[in-house]
C-alpha cells in the first residue's frame, strides 16, 4: 500500500518562502499525475499544484506565479517551493494522485504569520 510523508512545512512571515517534499512509498509514483493539496482552517481541501507524468505542471490562480511543483521519479518524491507567501497560505499541505486515490499522509503545516 503507498504511503506518503510530507515535510518542510512551518512558520514563515508573509513574503518568506518555504520548501515542501513528499515521499512517496510504492511502484506506480511515475505513472501517477501528483498533486499538492491543501486545507485552510475551517475549510476544505483544495489543489493548489499537480504535475503530470511527464512533467506539465498546473496550478491554481492563487498561487500561479508563487509556487513550483516538481518531481523526482526516481526518488518518488514530489516537491513544492512557495515563494512570496500570504496569510492566505496557511494551511496543511498534502500531496496525493490529482484525484486524491492514495491513502492521505499526515500533512504539513504551513503558517505564514508577522
Known amino acids: 500500500q503507498v504511503q506518503l510523508v510530507e515535510s518542510g512545512g512551518g512558520l514563515v512571515q508573509p513574503g518568506g518562502s518555504l520548501r515542501l517534499s513528499c515521499e512517496a512509498s510504492?511502484?506506480?509514483?511515475?505513472?501517477?499525475?501528483m498533486a499538492w493539496h491543501r486545507q485552510p482552517p475551517e475549510k476544505g481541501r483544495e489543489v493548489v499544484a499537480w504535475?503530470?507524468?511527464?512533467?506539465?505542471?498546473n496550478y491554481a490562480a492563487s498561487v500561479k506565479g508563487r509556487f513550483t511543483i516538481s518531481r523526482d521519479n526516481s526518488k518518488n518524491t514530489l516537491t513544492l517551493q512557495m515563494d512570496n507567501l500570504t496569510p492566505e497560505d496557511t494551511a496543511v499541505y498534502y500531496c496525493?494522485?490529482?484525484?486524491?486515490?492514495?491513502?492521505w499522509g499526515r500533512g504539513t503545516q504551513v503558517t505564514v504569520s508577522s
Open positions: 496525493n494522485t490529482l484525484a486524491a486515490t492514495w491513502p
Open positions: 510504492g511502484s506506480s509514483f511515475s505513472s501517477t499525475f
Open positions: 504535475i503530470t507524468s511527464g512533467g506539465r505542471t
